[in-house]
Each structure stands twice: as structure tokens, then as C-alpha cells.
């Protein structure tokens, strides 16, 4: 990445320009130590213009349909005057390190639109599959103008929970299956949601989507009992026919307009920005101890005693984090010239 000159990059941002949220998005993607300042520096110029969007989490079961249903989704927003951001989370390999990054092909029609932007965004080693730039990312597309932010999850492992403290309104799209239809949708996601939709609610799937909801809604009720519950609304919807997107959103904003009127969106997003900094937290510690000196030097002979079965991994851990505080401990002396 070239040299960044943060000012300008932070007044094409509030400006709108596509080519600067491009380049801005990359430097937070970057984790080199040079690269963070600046992201830093480049949030603090911009934070006035963010945290006016609605931001939605949007999950799913393999097959859901997920990035056509944003896009179908997104470009009818647009197509009301929205600003439609889209942060598509995408698996990283975890040999190579390079992702399929295909979501922009399926959502062809909402990328090529002027006033959406669709950023595929490669998971690296972060838990679940979440990028660490993912919540800044959203900053940056919100200082752009745009005001629907939504996150795409790959739908795998535990990367819903942490889209969950990213978003306001967490909407798990599902669809109808042979036999048992709540197969394959664990509790925890469940619990999770604040919207569910059945998707692919067209032609002869019409009707076992219909049921499927019927049957999640009942599940809803099981998990939830007693009057005062809220149960998230279960939809049918079709991102192919379009048939219920309308009803889908509607019941995104009737949420957001829930934790507003009962003062929790605030609160919601007040207790989000202190886990992003314990995130932030452990992400810059993870980095400082892979780049101390002499973890740097015993790296490759802790691995391979691990490998070997020689050292157990708690072992090698240990080791790793004795190597670190005395790196730490030299640095903080009298004399060493970093203190």
C-alpha cells in the first residue's frame, strides 16, 4: 500500500468518494504497525459523521441464500433513496490465507449501483470468521453517507455471536428442509435473532416455508415463554420473486424502533464500543507478542516441539509468554533506552 496521507483520505470519505472508502477500508484491513495509527488517526477524523445508520447482521444456514437475498434486499433500498452498505465477511484460508471473495458476484446488481457499496472482507484468524476490520469498516461506510450498514456472516463456527455485538438488529434467514425443518439451526442462533425469515418462499417451496415458519415460530414460543417476552417475528420471504422483503424490513426498522423507544439502542451500542475495545485489546496483544524479538527468534523451535509431541501445546504457550514478558521486562529497565 502506497503512502497515506490520512487528511485527504479522511475528507474523501466524509465526501462520499468511492475510491477513498476503497482505499480506507484497506488500510484497516492492514496489520501492519504503521498501518494502525493511521487507521486510528483516520477513525478520530471521521468518528463525527458515524453511528447514524441502521446496522443489520444478517446470517444463515448454508444454502439460505444469504448474499442474494442481500442483494435483492439491498437494491430495493437503494432503489427508496437508501445508501446500501454491504460488509460481506468472507473464510479465509486458513493454509494460504487467500478467501473466495465471491460475494460480489452474487450480488452483481447492488455492487454496480452508485449508491451501494459491497465489500468483500477476508476473515484472516479472527474467531468465527469475523474480520478485526469489520467493525471499523462499518465506521468508514458510515461516515460515506451510506445508511443501512449490514454485515454478511459466512454462517459457520461463532462468527454470529460476534456480528451480533456489531449490529442493532441481528436477522437470521433460514429455509424450509425435508423432514425435521428445524434441523440444522442450533438454539444458540436462535437466541440470537431478532428477525427470522424463511427465504426461497416461491413456486413449490412456497408452502413448506410457510410450515417451516409456523414450526420456528412455535420454537420461538418454547424458548421464550411468557407474555412480556419479545419473540422475533417469523417471515416467509423470496429473494427470487422478491415476495416479503418488504414485510422483512419492516420488521428490521419496527425492532430498531423497539430498542429506541425503550432506550436500549444506546445502551445496546454503549456496551458494543466497550467490547470492541477488549477486542481491540487482545488483537493488538496477540500482535505484540508474535512480533517480540524473542518469540520472534524460538518461534520456529516451539512450533515444531509442538508439532513433534516434544511439547504439549500448553507447554509451548507457556514458553511464548515467558519469552514475551522478558522482552516486556527488558524494555521497561533503567538504561535500555525504551523504557
Known amino acids: 500500500m502506497r503512502s497515506v ?15 477513498h472508502v476503497a482505499r480506507a477500508i484497506t488500510l484497516l484491513e492492514s496489520s501492519r504497525h504503521e498501518h494502525r495509527e ?10 463525527d459523521r458515524t453511528g447514524r445508520a441502521v446496522r443489520v447482521g444478517i446470517s444463515g444456514v448454508p444454502g439460505a441464500g444469504k448474499s442474494t437475498f442481500i442483494n435483492a434486499l439491498g437494491t430495493r433500498l437503494v432503489g427508496r433513496g437508501h445508501r446500501v452498505a454491504v460488509v460481506a465477511v468472507d473464510p479465509s484460508s486458513r493454509r494460504t490465507g487467500g478467501s473466495i471473495l465471491g460475494d460480489r458476484t452474487r450480488m452483481g446488481d ?60 441481528f436477522l437470521l434467514l433460514t ?12 438454539r444458540g442462533i436462535l437466541e440470537l435473532a431478532d428477525v427470522i425469515a424463511v427465504n426461497k ?37 423470496s429473494a427470487l420473486t422478491g415476495a416479503g422483503l418488504d414485510e422483512v424490513w419492516a420488521a428490521v426498522l419496527e425492532h430498531r424502533e ?35 524479538a524473542r518469540v520472534r ?27 514475551y514478558a522478558d522482552d516486556v521486562r527488558d524494555e521497561a529497565a533503567p538504561g535500555s533506552g525504551r523504557a
Open 110 to 169: 447492488l455492487a454496480a449501483s452508485e449508491a451501494a457499496f459491497v465489500r468483500p472482507s477476508p476473515s484472516g484468524r479472527q474467531l468465527g470468521g469475523v474480520a478485526r476490520a469489520t467493525r471499523e469498516s462499518m465506521l468508514v461506510l458510515e461516515a460515506a453517507g451510506h445508511d443501512v450498514v449490514i454485515v454478511e456472516t459466512v454462517g459457520v463456527g461463532q462468527n454470529e455471536i460476534a456480528v451480533s455485538e456489531m449490529v442493532d438488529t
Open 38 to 47: 493511521q487507521a486510528e488517526e483516520l477513525l478520530a477524523l471521521v468518528a
Open 258 to 292: 423497539h430498542l429506541e423507544a425503550e432506550g436500549s439502542l444506546e445502551v445496546r451500542r454503549a456496551r458494543q464500543q466497550q467490547d470492541w475495545m477488549w477486542a481491540l485489546v487482545d488483537a493488538h496483544l496477540q500482535d505484540a507478542v508474535r512480533d517480540s
Open 175 to 186: 429455509l424450509a428442509r425435508t423432514g425435521d425443518q428445524l434441523q440444522g439451526i442450533k
Open 5 to 19: 496521507d490520512v487528511a485527504d483520505l479522511a475528507a474523501g470519505v466524509r465526501a462520499g468518494s468511492r475510491q
Open 201 to 237: 418462499a416461491d413456486g413449490d417451496g412456497e408452502a413448506a416455508a410457510r410450515v417451516a415458519a409456523r414450526e420456528l415460530a412455535g420454537a420461538m414460543r418454547l424458548m421464550m415463554p411468557g407474555p412480556a417476552a419479545r419473540r422475533p417475528p417469523v417471515l416467509t420471504c
Open 297 to 323: 527468534a524460538s518461534r520456529a523451535e516451539v512450533e515444531a516441539a509442538v508439532r513433534s509431541g516434544g511439547t504439549s501445546a500448553v507447554e509451548g504457550a507457556a514458553r511464548i509468554l515467558r519469552l
